[in-house]
């Protein structure tokens, strides 16, 4: 059965019958530090304003914003064309992060908590057409315990207070605010497709393809699917249809050989088409026997990397050149694979993926949760964390590329450096991710389920998912330098943790921080040849296992943290590759075990 969607978050096509206006470029933009602007009408006017690009992190930009997270405001005028009108009319900010609130002409159109992903507003009433229009979002990035990801709270947390990093995050990386992708106006017809399912499964050699679509005011007429160039007709009741369909020698989709076929719905009047959706989709099957995962039935092991959107001036803000230059350099260096660490990427990063063949671990912003907190507070965090898994779900469902959903990264009970764990703390994450384990199943029983475990953090919570992920940083963090030892301690724990699981296990992070250019005969920390022998030491070490079932290195690229005595220059050096794509010698020698052997 379709299920309804959150409005707005299929992405917008421009075809014969929808219109799209991207309105990114220069906007207007003020700080509001004393969160004045609502009571004084900053929603139609900016008293002081200064040009900011969209998307963009304000951070990056101005001088006097470097570490603000408090509340700003972006203003855009601009006209909507007259042939809309009598359309559905929405707009939808791509990832407006964190708290935002949406205003047209001065009216309040809008709310959404949590960035990185989109939610769109319906706003045809609110809008001119005679004249320009007004649009308005206001915007604060506030580091607040309940939310996802949390703010410092009294459970304290690694680089909270611990380390003193400023701004003062429970997570290592940079808390970068603003507009950061696409803000988006679209129109689709009055009576229009909302939300779009599609399910693979393979018989033989053919694909069987499911599909089911939800329409717009319980819309009971005609609709059509045109697929592998055939079409099948679909009855509407009560607003959804669905349709099953069998693709003769179907070319399967997976790393190497991304095969997608174009899939468009429509919804017809006798010959009159009254609402049009195109996408592409992969035939593909992916789950779990035993220690394996299994790709279209095959084993499959994963390569690649942990990732960030971070680069400099634009900050976190989508940058199309970064993103197709990173995938160049991953084909590179032989990688299949990554994980959306610690949020959801772009729409734009998710459509690559599909077309050149890379597997996903797609991740919901919840890094760093914290169980020694209160009752109060992680409920509060369980309903931010089911609204993320929603939007993620119904935003990358489609995508072949996603082969697994990832629920949390490294949440703690209590501080995992300093040995033990308090049974409260265990206890009420176990509830937790049960809890979010069964909901995201609910959501999509087609793919594995995945928690990231940080490193000393309680092996139960591993035991509810189908896939274990865990981050691991001996000769790192622990028994720094100390390599022999490093890799006794990770062999015995990788074979406890399978003797526990009897279930695949992927390493989601490993690797070192890494000053480019620093060099030392023999090798010792921080320097190229560090991290190239402690890669080659985990890889040696994982390729005898198994169970493993895959290898993701931190990083692929070095990126912004705040500041503090844990990191140089406000920067974690662990990529292979600079903050700006050069590589440093471990990324030629994880292309001579990746892409040469």
Excluded at 408 to 432: D, H, I
Excluded at 456 to 478: H, K, M, Q, S
Excluded at 492 to 512: R, S, V, W
Excluded at 527 to 542: F, G, K, T
Aim: hydrophobic share 40%.
């Amino acid at each position: 059965q379709a299920r309804t969607a959150p409005a707005g978050l299929l992405f917008p096509v421009q075809n014969q019958v929808r219109n799209v206006m991207d309105l990114s470029g220069i906007w207007n933009f003020q700080m509001d530090p004393n969160d004045e602007g609502e009571r004084s009408g900053w929603a139609r006017s900016l008293p002081s304003p200064r040009p900011i690009a969209v998307p963009c992190s304000w951070n990056e930009l101005f001088d006097d914003a470097k570490n603000y997270l408090g509340t700003s405001w972006y203003l855009l005028e601009t006209w909507v064309p007259q042939s809309w009108r009598g359309q559905k009319i929405f707009i939808r900010p791509g990832s407006a992060n964190y708290a935002a609130k949406l205003w047209i002409n001065g009216k309040l159109a809008g709310e959404h908590l949590g960035g990185h992903l989109p939610f769109a507003a319906d706003i045809p009433q609110l809008l001119n057409f005679d004249k320009s229009n007004t649009i308005a979002i206001q915007l604060e990035n506030k580091q607040v315990p309940e939310r996802v990801p949390s703010g410092p709270s009294k459970a304290g947390g690694i680089f909270a207070g611990l380390f003193g990093q400023y701004p003062e995050t429970t997570y290592d990386f940079f808390p970068y605010a603003g507009l950061h992708r696409q803000v988006l106006l679209f129109s689709v017809p009055e009576t229009h497709i909302t939300d779009v399912t599609v399910n693979t499964r393979i018989t033989g050699s053919d694909g069987i393809v499911n599909v089911s679509v939800s329409a717009s005011g319980n819309y009971n007429g005609k609709g059509m699917i045109r697929l592998d160039g055939a079409d099948t007709s679909l009855n509407f009741r009560s607003g959804t249809a669905e349709a099953e369909i069998r693709v003769r020698n179907a070319k399967l989709w997976r790393p190497g050989a991304p095969n997608l076929y174009p899939l468009t719905l429509s919804l017809v009047d006798g010959s009159t088409v009254r609402d049009s959706y195109s996408l592409d989709i992969g035939i593909r099957t992916i789950e779990v026997r035993g220690t394996t995962l299994l790709l279209n039935g095959e084993p499959i092991k994963l390569t690649g990397f942990g990732k960030h959107e971070d680069f400099a001036v634009n900050g976190r803000g989508f940058n199309l050149p970064v993103v197709i230059r990173d995938y160049e350099l991953m084909k590179w260096v032989g990688a299949n694979s990554f994980r959306t660490s610690h949020y959801p990427y772009s729409e734009e990063a998710m459509q690559l993926a599909d077309k050149l063949g890379f597997l996903v671990i797609d991740e919901i912003p919840a890094v760093s949760l914290n169980f020694g907190d209160s009752d109060e507070v992680i409920e509060a965090r369980a309903v931010q964390c089911r609204q993320q898994l929603t939007e993620l779900i119904a935003r990358d469902k489609n995508h072949p590329s996603v082969i697994m959903w990832s629920v949390a990264n490294e949440p703690m009970a209590g501080n995992p450096l300093a040995g033990g764990a308090p049974p409260k703390a265990v206890e009420a994450g176990s509830r937790f991710f049960k809890s979010m384990y069964e909901f995201t199943r609910n959501l999509d029983r087609t793919r594995p389920v995945t928690l990231v475990g940080v490193q000393g953090g309680p092996p139960e919570w591993l035991t509810i998912f189908d896939v274990a992920c865990i981050n691991r940083y001996y000769g790192w963090y622990l028994l720094g330098g100390r390599l022999e030892a490093a890799d006794q301690a990770l062999e015995k724990e990788l074979d406890d943790l399978n003797k526990l699981l009897g279930k695949p296990i992927i390493m989601t992070e490993f690797g070192a921080d890494t000053l480019p250019g620093m060099h030392s005969q023999p090798d010792e920390m921080w320097s190229e040849e560090y991290q190239v022998e402690i890669l080659r030491r985990y890889l040696d070490i994982a390729a005898r296992k198994p169970y493993m079932a895959g290898m993701q290195v931190w990083n692929f690229a070095d990126f912004k943290t705040g500041q503090g005595i844990m990191r140089t220059a406000g920067m974690n050096y662990k990529g292979v590759f600079t903050r700006d794509r050069r590589p440093k010698m471990a990324a030629s020698f994880l292309r001579s075990r990746w892409a040469l052997k």
